[in-house]
């Protein structure tokens, strides 16, 4: 259960939740016929909020507190199985339904998937994996009094397959070449190769790079959907109300990344190692939204003017960063972990912006003092995200876990201690300091 969160101004936010949920896992073992792990659960997630509403009369909005009741129910079965040679077969089915109602729209979303992994034993330093996959999707939509769908349902099948060879040079060098050919019903046939090269000098360091492309294909909003975002009354010389609305459009293109990275691993000691990594992205058809030609609809019921603003393949850009992080053993109970993350990025047209911090730093301490006891503490440093106009903050978590036996343990923890509360998003509530009891058992 998740207490409403404040607003800047310390109100109550009214986005309490609370989930309820029963799940069970089964791992059997056939020996010489490979294992077999079944796993499922149910849920029922109640989350208030506070949603405004556009409405076409008068006064042009309503603000309505209500309770979203979220379903869900999942299944999956994985089999493995690894032959006397090394090779390695695995094969996974799965089932996942999501219902999500909400004051002005609603969906439900039912997914099958069926998908098969074969890692050939290894040979002459090579190691091949070959694979496929079938996915079935049911989405459906529940029109509200401002918001549609059109189609509301679509059935949508995704088809993979792909293969990648890795190869060992000298015991110092391995290369890597992957392939993975996808067809979809929204953008037909993608490709997206990737190579990843790595160079051991020593049993102490790594040094490694990667280049692939990926793709993101429109969701069935951004191809089909038509929301009003607000509505005014009739201006001077105008005798319908006016509503600004985003419309979906079939013809987009999927978002294309190409993402390169390079890295560095060294371990100065048995106690002491270090990463340094670094990456420069390519994106280019970013879908955005773009304003069109108004027009005259009475899709929901009375006629208004619409001041249209349309999903299109209309950006492009890069994002360049790195990473740096390092890992220490101060004694056999206490270890500590530091990093240090920068992001940037070219300047995108259409006033697009990260919605990240530009940096951040963190150190998480470990601390065994006794053979049952465990002591985990975590601060984070946030640089301030501008573009949200979010201050930069400081985040602490401190954990404390007991083994009361082998099987039954106890947890006491508290999240952002530093502060009553923070802002991690523009103009959204604010995040309360909270504390947490877990008590959990193992059979």
């Known amino acids: 259960m998740h207490a409403a969160d404040l607003t800047d101004a310390g109100g109550n936010a009214h986005d309490g939740s609370n989930l309820d949920t029963a799940g069970f896992r089964m791992d059997l073992d056939f020996q010489r016929q490979g294992t077999l792990m079944l796993q499922g659960a149910i849920g029922q997630y109640a989350i208030a909020e506070n949603q405004t509403v556009p409405t076409l009369a008068a006064p042009y909005t309503t603000t309505a507190q209500n309770t979203d009741h979220i379903t869900t129910s999942d299944l999956v079965a994985k089999w493995d199985l690894t032959s006397p040679d090394g090779a390695h077969t695995t094969a996974q089915a799965y089932y996942d339904l999501i219902s999500y109602p909400y004051t002005d729209e609603g969906s439900t979303a039912l997914s099958y998937d069926l998908s098969a992994e074969h890692r050939f034993a290894d040979s002459h330093g090579q190691s091949v994996t070959i694979g496929a996959g079938y996915r079935y999707m049911l989405n459906g939509t529940f029109d509200g009094p401002t918001a549609i769908v059109v189609p509301e349902s679509r059935r949508d099948t995704v088809y993979n397959a792909f293969a990648q060879d890795e190869i060992s040079f000298a015991k110092t060098q391995r290369l890597l070449f992957g392939l993975r050919l996808e067809h979809n019903n929204y953008t037909g046939f993608e490709v997206e190769p990737n190579i990843r090269y790595a160079f051991m000098p ?124 390092g890992k220490i053993c101060l004694s056999k109970d206490l270890r500590a972990d530091l990093a240090f993350t920068t992001i940037h990025h070219t300047p995108f047209g259409d006033g697009l912006h990260l919605s990240v911090p530009h940096y951040d730093a963190s150190t998480h301490l470990a601390w065994d003092p006794m053979q049952r006891l465990q002591l985990d503490g975590t601060l984070h440093w946030y640089d301030a995200t501008f573009s949200q106009h979010v201050p930069a903050y400081i985040k602490c978590d401190l954990h404390i876990g007991w083994d009361l036996t082998s099987r039954l343990s106890l947890g006491l923890g508290g999240y952002d201690l530093f502060e009553p509360r923070h802002i991690e998003f523009g103009e959204s509530s604010a995040i309360p300091r909270s504390f947490i009891a877990d008590l959990k058992f193992r059979f």
């Open 202 to 325: 020593d049993d102490k360091q790594t040094l490694w790079a990667s280049v692939g492309r990926n793709v993101r294909t429109p969701s069935q909003v951004e191809e089909n959907g038509y929301s009003l975002n607000s509505v005014s009354a009739p201006g001077s010389g105008q005798e319908l109300p006016v509503a600004t609305a985003t419309l979906g459009n079939a013809a987009l293109k999927p978002e294309e990344l190409i993402a390169n990275e390079i890295g560095y691993r060294k371990k100065l000691s048995d106690r002491i190692s270090f990463d340094v990594s670094g990456y420069y992205n390519i994106y280019d058809d970013l879908i955005v939204q773009l304003p069109g030609a108004p027009f005259v609809s009475d899709a929901f019921g009375e006629p208004i003017t619409v001041d249209p603003s349309y999903y299109v393949n209309a950006e492009h850009g890069q994002t360049y960063g790195g990473q740096l992080s």
